[in-house]
């Protein structure tokens, strides 16, 4: 990091906190402190629910995953539209009418008590465990270009968090991702026009991407069914549908954000803005790496990204003919790669199938390298299954950005963990004392007492996220990592919801027993069966109502009938 | 702890009605799709 990099990091963090808080003044009630006392315009929560959604793993983890994988991961983002439109036109209103502060406020209207805690109790566990993860992203990036332990990092990131949380609510949180938005984009375009800028001057930017094409980086959309197979257009297309439906649908830390909005129909606009918006701007992410592939098909990287694990095994002797083929398939690859361009700008088609297979065949060896590698680094104490994907795009960057640049991508890393953490923090926060607190312990007391709790319980939930940060690195990709933990619950949370949207009949007990077989079953899948995450929403939900059609059908009727409760007024 | 206001629910700014706008976006990913797919024949 050099000078010019701290003065723009400083300043970009500086101005968006105070931004944010600046924008926050007045935030000393309970409906303004948790939903903006209902004022937010939609471009405003538009922003906030994608800067929240396109946090520091998008960053770090969604480029590394195209330099390994290609662009695929693209697909699990096919269902948003379809999970917007469904949102927009049934749980919005819902959710507006009803005049909640949060999702599951409105099951007890629908249901009964014991559904809301359920739902309430599920939400906490997978979005505490989130949480964990959103404030772990940042800490790699410290790591690397301070060397500072992420531990140390990761503590002082969540102060950071805590404290800005705390003290500016949803409005601050809100405000400051407008802010980022604009930060993002500006980082985005710079790391992609650097990357093409960086290539050798032989090789233009439509034969970059012919090069990603090549060595199976662009493969955007892939039509092969198969379970085990995370990104395919299937799963992508039903899957993330489910996904996002949830996400949406029944994720406090998403729902807190368009129940901000001043009218039915801003809450709608922002939440179609990302329906249209989110898609491309994955795809442009995703392009990034695979453009930051072809980079590294001229400048050899290292082995492995994780530069402290590098250094461990470096000075092992079993290390060195690992180095060695890796070296030459680098060389190899450089070579078949020249003369694929090279067949491929003569027009001769034979040369350049031959030249192409050459190419990957090369690949194929620097990817039995880098796994030989990592074997090593599990052999000798290293933490397993290690994977370096989130490490590749910050290697890039702090190795080949020109100054300032540095400082803007970092400034973008840190300022979107931190409103993203800030929004999970603030929503659990929100559920603890609306759907717990209030419901269970102290009813009926002032608004200001409830405003204390409220702060008190951010302050909690801070520390609870922070203590379980690092637990995500231990499962590989941080993005894929994030959609895994809350695809572990939010079937369950989704199932729940269309049993109160689209069957009447269902009684709380049935919705609630449903909830609790859907949950065994994901978890069940979760360790003894190999499919994919995305699928885990699709047999959650199905688990779930199917479970409680057959109570309310088949049992007898007076063994399950929950009189319908009122929420305390 | 006051309850919440209720908030209105106003049509569109644009297409009339929520309906159209909604097939509208859902035409979007249809061509999104579409196009993504030849995007990676071409580069395949």
Known sequence: ???????????????????????????????????????????????????????????????????????????????????????????????????????????????????????????????????????????????????????????????????????????????????????????????????VVLLPSSVSFGDAVFLAGAAGRLNAVTTNFDWNDRFNIWSGLIGSTFLFLSYFGCDQSQVQRYLTGRSISESRLSLLFNAVAKIPMQFFILFIGAMVFVFHVFVQPPVLFQHAELARIERMEAFQPVAQQYSRAFDDRQKAALALVEAHRAGDRAAAARRAGEYRMAQEGIDQARTRAAELVEQTGGEKGFSDTNYIFLSFVTRYLPAGLVGLVIAVVLAATMSASSGEINSLATVSVIDLYKRYFRRGASDRHYLLASRWATLFWGAYAVAFAGWGKKLGSLIVAVNVVGSLFYGSLLGCFVLAFGFRRVRGTAAFLGMLAGEAVVFWIFFFRNISYLWYNVIGCVVVVGTALAITYLAPRATFATPRTQPPG | MPGLPQVPDDPPPFLGTWRRIYVAVLIYLCVLIVVFYLFTRAYR
């Open chain 1, 1 to 195: 990091m050099r000078a010019l990099d701290w003065i723009v990091l400083v300043t970009s963090l500086v101005s968006i906190v105070l931004y944010g808080l600046y924008r926050a003044r007045g935030s000393n009630t309970v409906d303004r402190y948790l939903l903006a006392g209902r004022t937010m315009p939609w471009y405003a929560m538009a922003l906030s629910i994608m800067a929240t959604q396109a946090s520091a793993v998008t960053f770090i983890s969604t480029t590394g995953q195209s330099y390994v994988d290609g662009m695929r991961f693209v697909q699990a983002y096919f269902g948003l539209p379809i999970a917007m439109v469904v949102i927009c036109a049934t749980v919005v209103p819902a959710f507006a009418r009803a005049r909640v502060y949060t999702a599951y406020e409105y099951l007890e209207q629908r249901f009964d008590t014991k559904t809301r805690a359920l739902a309430s109790v599920i939400f906490l566990c997978q979005r505490g465990l989130s949480a964990g993860i959103t404030i772990y992203a940042p800490a790699i990036v410290l790591s690397i270009i301070l060397g500072w332990p992420e531990r140390a990092t990761t503590m002082l990131v969540g102060a950071t968090v805590v404290t800005y949380t705390v003290i500016g609510g949803i409005k601050a949180v809100t405000w400051s991702d407008v802010q980022q938005m604009g930060i993002i984009c500006l980082g985005l375009v710079a790391a992609l026009v650097t990357v």
